[in-house]
């Protein structure tokens, strides 16, 4: 089980806006700022987002991240075929000697 | 531009070391940013494995201390991960990576910019 909890699965149409929410507590996401990566399977993993909001070079604006409190949420707008993948949240947690945690992955499926 | 490529056994028998090594081109392990291992098991997400600065200073995830060493090579600018005692809960895709580094004068990994495409490693009985 991971320590930070997102829902298994999402999905929506091309054009439309999906929200990926990612929830944890005061030793990660409430202390802490929240990355998000993007992974297809067989590929290697690519940041999104760090510091919570912000974009690498190179990542479309449609792609947005937020945190309030102890969760975050990943905004994808105008969504894309290409943008069906496994979404992962992570946060440097403090209750253990210190350890980047994991949530658990949203498959996201573009009908 | 910036590559790294993981390489190493794809099995590895029960109780014995694993041992990878993620070569880096187009960049030097020694010019800064922390450089680490992550996995995924299989059907499960990912978990990180550890950071390592150049200069030494490493960052372990707890359930896998003392089993998980790290080490950067400068002179063939490369880094490497072992893991001793391995049983089949080792068994994963593992990722190389680079970490933006949090902080100036007390450092720590913070966001994996960069990843390796992985290396599949099964750990037999």
């Known amino acids: 089980q991971s320590v930070l909890t997102q829902s298994p699965s999402a999905s929506g149409t091309p054009g439309q806006r999906v929200t990926i929410s990612c929830s944890g507590s005061s030793s990660n996401i409430g202390t802490y700022t929240v990355n998000w990566y993007q992974h297809l399977p067989g590929t290697a993993p690519k940041l999104l987002i760090y510091n919570n909001n912000q974009r690498p070079s190179g990542v479309p604006d449609r792609f947005s991240g937020s945190k309030s409190g102890t969760s975050a949420s990943l905004a994808i707008s105008g969504l894309h075929s290409e943008d069906e993948a496994d979404y992962y949240c992570a946060a440097w947690d403090d209750s253990l000697n210190g350890d980047w945690v994991f949530g658990g992955g949203t498959k996201l499926t573009v009908l | 531009q910036v590559q790294l490529q993981e390489s190493g056994p794809g099995l590895v028998k029960s109780s014995e070391t694993l041992s990878l090594t993620c070569a880096v081109s187009g960049y030097s392990v020694s010019s800064g940013y922390y450089w680490g291992w992550t996995r995924q098991p299989p059907g499960k997400g990912l978990e990180w494995i550890g950071s390592?600065?150049?200069?030494?200073?490493?960052y372990y995830k707890p359930s896998l201390k003392g089993r998980a060493t790290i080490s950067v090579d400068t002179s063939r600018n490369h880094f490497s991960l072992k893991l001793n005692s391995v049983t089949a809960a080792d068994t994963a895709i593992y990722y190389c990576?680079?970490?933006?580094?949090?902080?100036?004068?007390?450092?720590?990994?913070?966001?994996?910019?960069?990843w390796g495409q992985g290396t599949m490693v099964t750990v037999s009985s």
């Open positions: 990576a680079r970490a933006l580094v949090r902080g100036v004068i007390t450092t720590s990994p913070d966001a994996l910019d960069l």
């Open positions: 390592i600065f150049h200069g030494g200073n490493s």
